[in-house]
């Protein structure tokens, strides 16, 4: 017999997908650093760069990251930790995500061509 599996159950909110201007994309953290402020390993993220979920800035061999990349790193982390994704799962949920907040721009941008 295996072991019982652990559900845990992980509200997701509606701030989870509509993104409003906040975290800076300013590169300025170094991998080391980054990875201290996710509480993830170097190779963690390097691993989510080749998987095309991260793209930090480069700086001739150094890879710089903003605000903006540590909290995406978070979001990643949610959905595996949280809710038992795998990362070709977290590419498809955040592409998903992506698609979602460019139609609530393209909204946004209707709506205020109406007002006026």
């Known amino acids: 017999m295996g072991h019982p599996r652990k559900t845990t159950m992980m509200?997701?909110?509606v701030s989870d997908w509509i993104v409003k201007d906040g975290a800076s994309d300013e590169p300025r953290f170094a991998i080391s650093i980054a990875a201290a402020r996710c509480g993830?390993?170097?190779g963690t993220l390097r691993r989510y760069e080749e998987w095309?979920?991260?793209?930090?800035?480069?700086?001739?061999?150094?890879r710089l990251y903003s605000e903006a990349d540590i909290e995406h790193v978070l979001?990643?982390?949610?959905?595996?930790?949280?809710?038992?994704?795998?990362?070709?799962?977290?590419a498809a949920v955040l592409h998903?995500?992506?698609?979602v907040i460019a139609l609530q721009?393209?909204?946004?941008m209707?709506?205020?061509?109406?007002i006026r």
């Open 105 to 108: 721009r393209e909204m946004e």
């Open 75 to 90: 979001r990643i982390r949610r959905l595996v930790d949280d809710l038992g994704v795998n990362l070709a799962g977290v």
């Open 110 to 114: 209707l709506r205020d061509q109406n």
């Open 96 to 99: 998903l995500r992506h698609q």
């Open 11 to 13: 509200s997701v909110t």
């Open 40 to 42: 993830v390993r170097i």
């Open 52 to 62: 095309g979920l991260l793209e930090p800035v480069r700086s001739g061999q150094r």
